[in-house]
């Protein structure tokens, strides 16, 4: 029974991640995302770690898409003011970036060895999915990609604030 449910939240997840690159209407594709994240929560309640579900429902299903559906309609892409780009060197162009992009970033990936960060202190069994060793992991070992992270959506959100306005 087990295994039905793990396949079937992952079928579903698959399927609404490919939805979120498929769908033209970016409205379309911020709902797939929603059902992508919580078929994800999903599977981490199969993983017997509820709080990682509950954080994967609040956080990600619940804030950030509502701040994501916030900046889609403060752009407002349902207007006819919204015209399609006509550069369709980009579409080669992106792609291409890209690749070269991870293939400078891939030794640096492999270097990364994740076995051997260090550990918590309290590494046993029923403490590894704790609150409080992730707080401590987070907090400690991973506080700059943390903050970075923070400052990044705050430099997108003035960004499309800046945009919107430069329209009106």
Same mark, same amino acid.
């Given at each position: 029974?087990?295994?039905?449910? +793990? /396949? ?7 399927? =609404?991640?490919?939805?979120?690159? =498929? $769908? !033209? ?18 599977? /981490? ?5 509820? $709080? ?15 701040? +994501?559906? $916030?900046? %889609?309609?403060?752009?407002?892409? $349902? ?7 006509? !550069?369709? /060197? ?5 792609? @291409?970036?890209?690749? %070269? ?15 051997? @960060?260090? !550990? ?35 430099? @997108?959100? %003035?960004?499309?604030?800046?945009? =919107?306005?430069?329209?009106?």
């Amino acid at each position: 029974m087990e295994a039905l449910v +793990f /396949y079937t939240l992952g079928a579903i997840a698959l399927g =609404a991640a490919v939805a979120v690159v =498929a $769908f !033209r209407k970016v409205f379309y594709s911020a709902l797939s995302l929603i059902l992508c994240l919580t078929s994800v929560a999903g599977l /981490y309640l199969l993983l017997e770690a509820p $709080f990682m579900a509950a954080v994967q429902v609040i956080v990600y299903a619940g804030a950030i898409m509502v701040l +994501f559906l $916030f900046v %889609i309609m403060l752009l407002d892409p $349902f207007s006819g003011g919204v015209h399609p780009d006509k !550069r369709k /060197y980009l579409r080669v162009l992106g792609p @291409a970036l890209g690749s %070269i992009m991870l293939l400078l970033l891939f030794p640096m990936l492999q270097a990364y060895d994740l076995a051997m @960060a260090p !550990r918590s202190p309290d590494a046993s069994p029923e403490a590894v999915g704790s609150v409080e060793n992730l707080a401590m992991v987070l907090f400690d070992q991973y506080l700059l990609p943390f903050e970075v992270t923070s400052v990044l959506i705050l430099v @997108a959100i %003035i960004g499309v604030v800046v945009l =919107a306005k430069r329209r009106t």
